[in-house]
């Protein structure tokens, strides 16, 4: 399994030169397996990299959105293979009471917006409400939990005989909680997480910031790294950062983020990384 | 992991900052949480209490009309609010955990989360002079 940082930015996108190390684009990370399924978190600008980058080949494309906040979705029209005839592109998103999820994309993907409709994408378009129970996606065991964050979110978590992952980008699980974190059962997203290799996280904000911003739907790096504890996670990559805060903001934030037990680092735009399988998870694998 | 429902752990959390009486239950009526306002008409911490199967909470409690006739448990608002699926509302006695009876006023509510799932019930007590 490879995980590509296609956009680690939250909120608004913010290139220059001053995020140059880290990454100016929004939300999304390209999952490839071995035998080449790739799945696209979350359609942020990054997507468009993204979709420049996958081989022409390519016959299906799975893309899981989190939430429809324009972050999150404001590539969707931008990338290459739901502009190419022949692709079978799945796209899965939360569940609404009111509103269908085509009726929900097609407010943004529609004039005066945007120029093309979801319904004129020339690639055969497949749409899914999560949560609903797990999925097999290739080699991947999908499943997708509502979790803590405004305007109905959810969390994706992956697993595959090459290693498992979980996908929680805008996420204020300590909300509302007085001494956070308390136990699993009780904390949002909490098994989504549990046992991953990597947990890809929202570390938005500094303690000294959070405060200041209480139900945004967002961390701090601390509340992150406090879930990941509980829920055993290997590696926590702190994901969402904050559109004002440069690379040197960032490595400082990161400076002495790990523990022996928990590796942290912050999601850098165009890294990969390989993790190894090193938990017993497999979420009914076939 | 058997992690509860968002709405649910949402529910909880705002109930811990309410001064309103309010108890959590399951889709099957199992009490998950009530907070330290309920506390002071239930006559016991939930620390001390934990979670009950509905049949045990239900009948745990007397509960007494305006006549002084005890309540079916069927007609106990919460339990309309699990097993009808509808809100319910009414006044009644109830004797806590301490032994001391309390006049209170009862709303359940269903919870129906996202999609229209059915994720649990709520009530809310008002409590109202004993005289």
Redesign the interface.
């Known amino acids: 399994m490879k995980i590509i940082f296609r956009g680690t930015r939250g909120s608004l996108a913010a290139p220059g030169p001053e995020t140059a190390r880290y990454g100016g684009n929004t939300a999304c990370v390209e999952v490839r397996a071995a035998d080449n399924s790739v799945l696209v978190l979350d359609a942020g600008t990054g997507i468009r990299r993204c979709g420049a980058a996958l081989p022409a080949s390519l016959r299906r494309v799975d893309i899981l959105l989190t939430h429809l906040h324009m972050d999150h979705i404001q590539g969707l029209g931008f990338f290459r293979p739901l502009r190419t005839p022949g692709v079978e592109a799945h796209i899965w998103g ?4 009111t509103l269908s999820l085509h009726a929900r994309l097609s407010r943004y993907l529609s004039p005066p917006l945007f120029p093309v409709r979801l319904r004129d994408l020339e690639a055969k378009v497949e749409l899914h ?1 999560v ?1 609903c129970g797990s999925a097999q996606i290739g080699p991947f065991r999908m499943s997708a ?4 964050h405004p305007d ?1 979110a959810v969390g994706y978590r992956l697993v595959s005989p090459e290693g498992s992952l979980a996908y929680l980008p805008d996420h204020e699980p300590a ?4 001494d956070f974190p308390g136990s ?5 997203g ?2 989504l997480a ?1 046992g991953v290799d990597v947990l890809i996280h929202d570390a938005q904000y500094t303690d000294a910031e959070y405060p200041k911003r209480v139900g945004w739907g967002h961390s701090s790096l601390s509340q992150a790294r406090a879930f990941a504890e509980l829920v055993g996670a290997r590696h926590l990559v702190g994901f969402h950062h904050d559109p004002g805060r440069d690379d040197d903001d960032l490595d400082r934030m990161y400076a002495d983020a790990s523990t022996p037990a928990l590796s942290v680092t912050a999601a850098r735009e165009g890294a990969t990384i390989s993790p190894e399988r090193t938990t017993a998870a497999t979420d009914g694998l076939r | ?7 649910v ?2 529910a ?3 109930t ?2 309410l001064s309103i009486p309010a108890f959590i239950v399951d889709p099957d009526g199992t009490l998950l949480f009530y907070n330290e306002a309920a506390e002071a008409v239930l006559g016991r911490r939930f620390g001390e209490t934990g979670e009950l199967a509905l049949a045990e909470w239900a009948n745990g409690f007397e509960q007494t009309d305006e006549s002084g006739a005890r309540l079916d448990p069927a007609d106990q608002p919460l339990v309309v609010a699990v097993t009808q699926r509808r809100p319910a509302h009414r006044q009644f006695w109830l004797r806590g955990f301490d032994g001391m009876r309390r006049h209170v006023e009862v709303t359940g509510l269903p919870l129906i ?4 799932r059915y994720v649990g019930a709520i009530a809310y007590f008002w409590t109202l002079p004993n005289a």
């Open positions: 939360p569940v609404s009471s409400e949560p939990e509502l979790i803590c109905a909300l509302g909680v007085r699993p059962d009780w904390t949002s909490a098994a549990e | 992991m058997a992690q509860k429902e968002l709405e752990i949402l909880r959390q705002l811990s900052y989360g996202t999609g229209g």
